[in-house]
């Protein structure tokens, strides 16, 4: 958040800026209209200790905006139930989410979900409803496909978690998920967002591809003013400017909502980049970032896949993901 420090009359404009810079500060100095010297912290800085600031030598006062998300504000530092054994957050084991981009038919959700379990995933993903570019691309197979992905998640253990693209489909996802997604493209659909938020449920949310964090944050408090159980925030990748990737994932954005307002939050590389060779070691870089799960899409054969095949890993490429995750099982003690 920015704040105003107010300077003495006696204080020396460019000592105070280098304490506030030895303290991780970005400042610029202001003078209002009644010729007081004012240095504004901004964005960029390290969270600000208002207290530290306030007994720099030269300061007269500090200010503070208040915060516009005081309820994802008062989620921060505890992780999200899911269910009665599993959680997703700060203080709760990392968890893998694994599973097919779209749910194409029965057996190949019941196979993906098999292939998850043996990964050491506690979480399947997979579309019934797929927000897609092109009008005449798969899009899922709608509400029929939610009743296999709850099955297929039950014979194995997994909790499920699948998107919501309209208010209108929202009562039917939350019968069966555990956890309702919303995708990059709605991020900002603030009527999909009340919808979601209503059904009282976990949600993840995705990040928009130009979202920023200040505008990802306020979505999140939507959901939560809706009366979402909590939100777990999902970096899935941001617009780059490199086309040999699908999109550019941000492990600064990651982290700092990890680490910094201790928010809950996973990281989906598989979409970040579009390409399977990068999956794995991302998801490591993701993990030593401090964030507190991973989310892939796997397939039983790719080459077969209806959507996102290139980016798809299939057993032997979630292989690494299951030693990954062999010592840190997504369940709560």
């Known amino acids: 958040m920015n704040a105003i420090v107010e300077l003495t009359a006696s204080a020396h404009v460019a000592d105070v800026r280098g304490a506030l810079a030895a303290l991780g500060v ?5 003078r209002d209209s009644s010729a007081r010297t004012l240095i504004l912290c901004g964005p960029g800085s390290v969270p600000l200790d208002l207290d530290a600031i306030a007994g720099l030598t030269g300061v007269a006062a500090v200010a503070q905006e208040p915060s516009p998300h005081p309820l994802l504000d008062a989620q921060a530092g505890r992780a999200i139930p899911i269910t009665e054994r599993l959680a997703i957050g700060p203080g709760a084991p990392q968890v893998l989410i694994a599973g097919p981009c779209g749910a194409e038919s029965e057996a190949l959700v019941h196979r993906a979900a098999a292939m998850a379990a043996a990964a050491g995933a506690t979480l399947l ?15 899922g197979e709608g509400v029929e496909a939610l009743s296999w992905l709850r099955s297929a998640a039950d014979a194995h253990g997994l909790a499920l978690v699948t998107e919501a693209l309209s208010e209108r489909d929202v009562d039917a996802i939350a019968k069966v998920a555990d956890i309702i997604q919303i995708g990059s493209r709605t991020m900002q659909a603030f009527g999909l967002l ?4 209503a059904a009282g449920k976990p949600v993840l949310l995705k990040r928009g591809r130009a979202a920023t964090l200040a ?37 600064a954005g990651a982290a700092a909502l990890a680490l910094v307002d201790k928010q809950p939050v996973i990281v989906d590389p598989s979409h970040a980049t579009g390409r399977r060779d990068l999956v794995v070691p991302l998801s490591r870089a993701a993990l030593a970032c401090g964030v507190h799960g991973v989310m892939v899409e796997t397939h039983p ?12 890993l299939d057993s032997d490429g979630l292989a690494p993901l299951a030693e990954l995750f062999a010592c840190t099982p997504g369940v709560t003690a």
């Open 26 to 30: 970005w400042t610029r100095t202001l």
């Open 125 to 139: 993903r997979g579309g019934a409803f797929k927000p897609r570019t092109s009008p005449y691309a798969f899009a």
């Open 194 to 197: 009340r919808a979601v938020g």
């Open 215 to 251: 505008e990802w944050r306020l979505a999140a408090e939507h959901l939560l003013a809706a009366g979402a159980a909590g939100v777990i925030f999902c970096e899935r990748g941001v617009m780059g400017a490199d086309p040999e990737f699908r999109n550019t994932l941000d492990l």
């Open 301 to 312: 054969e790719p080459a077969l896949a209806k959507s996102d095949a290139a980016q798809a």
